[in-house]
């Protein structure tokens, strides 16, 4: 038995036997029985398959929900942007110290040219938008919640349990950079932590560590 493969498509993806990005083929068969290599019967059709240009391995197409690693990387980038803005927003631009902890959050995942000034006007920007989470409006709104939900649900898939507390911890460490946690931060923090896949126990116990208060 034999296949004939004939490729239909081709791009970039994760290739976890090699433990990088490479490129595929997405190719599809036909089966046919072969005598002394001669085809006689055919036998169907196979496939899609994705096949790694560089070890030949043949992946199903679920292969290609996996994130390359630019992709990934730039992922977490802009969740670490977005839980940022979505913490300053509920807890206001006034303190110093807040925001100098929000730039060097934002810089260390990979904005390396971001500024104070940038920041506070990506807020000012959100806090000119109706609908948005304001420090003096009470809890995070629908809009915001949507935003942060879009963010990160695509990622949390692909980040261990740690990478997930993590994440949430860095916008944490910028709402008690100026005291304790406002109602508006914590609401903030809690839709971070359900669109990460982090339970509300989990959630909770992680925001109480990270405030030293103990439990």
Avoid at 30 to 53: H, K, M, N, Q, W
Avoid at 59 to 80: E, K, Q, W, Y
């Amino acid at each position: 038995m034999r296949t004939s493969w004939n490729t239909v498509g081709d791009g970039e993806f994760f290739c976890s036997d090699c433990g990088g990005d490479r490129n595929y083929r997405r190719r599809t068969g036909r089966r046919r029985f072969t005598v002394l290599g001669i085809p006689l019967l055919a036998r169907g059709r196979t496939g899609p398959v994705i096949e790694c240009a560089a070890c030949h391995t043949h992946f199903g197409t679920d292969a290609l929900d996996h994130p390359t690693t630019i992709r990934f990387s730039t992922m977490l980038r802009d969740a670490v942007h977005t839980v940022t803005l979505a913490v300053l927003a509920a807890g206001g631009i006034a303190s110093r110290t807040a925001v100098e902890t929000a730039v060097l959050t934002v810089r260390a995942a990979g904005f390396e040219d971001c500024t104070e000034e940038r920041l506070t006007n990506l807020v000012d920007g959100l806090a000119a938008d109706t609908g948005r989470c304001l420090a003096d409006s009470g809890p995070c709104d629908a809009a915001l919640a949507i935003e942060l939900h879009e963010s990160l649900e695509p990622l949390a898939p692909h980040l261990a349990p740690a990478g997930r507390e993590s994440l949430l911890l860095q916008g944490a460490r910028i709402a008690l950079a100026d005291g304790p946690y406002s109602p508006a931060e914590r609401e903030v923090l809690s839709t971070v932590g359900g669109a990460l896949h982090l339970c509300a126990d989990d959630t909770a116990r992680l925001l109480l560590a990270a405030s030293g208060t103990p439990s």
